[in-house]
């Protein structure tokens, strides 16, 4: 069983960076693949970014690419997202995911954090 706690949340001003940490419980950890959500008010969750088991292989969502790096330290069994040139259309709840039936890339997340709420102010 794997039990995702993501913290680094926050309120920031457009331009500013925040760093979202997601530390995962279970010995498996480093067999999924991993990523980061977001769901804003009145809208659907949408895929921000994912990572390979390894963290070699990462993808990202256009609205995100160049601004957003994700990263992973196995033997942390954490996940980061940082964010950088913040802009108020990036404030959402953001989630932690995992996908225990694949090792690349996040299709079918079954294991949800929380969420942490990241807010960007014009």
């Known amino acids: 069983q794997v039990q995702l706690v993501e913290s680094g949340g926050g309120l920031v001003q457009a331009g500013g960076s925040l760093r979202l940490s997601c530390a995962a419980s279970?010995?498996?950890?480093?067999?999924?693949?991993m990523g980061w959500f977001r769901q804003a008010p009145g809208k659907e969750r949408e895929l921000v970014a994912t990572?390979?088991?390894?963290?070699?292989?990462?993808y990202y969502a256009d609205s995100v690419k160049g601004r957003f790096t994700i990263s992973r330290d196995i033997a942390k069994n954490t996940v980061y997202l940082q964010m950088n040139s913040l802009k108020p259309e990036d404030t959402a709840v953001y989630y932690c995911?995992?996908?225990?039936?694949?090792?690349?890339?996040?299709?079918?997340?079954?294991?949800w954090g929380q969420g942490t709420q990241v807010t960007v102010s014009s």
């Open positions: 995911a995992a996908d225990r039936d694949n090792t690349v890339v996040v299709v079918a997340p079954d294991c």
């Open positions: 279970g010995r498996t950890f480093s067999r999924y693949a």
């Open positions: 990572i390979s088991w390894s963290g070699t292989s990462t």
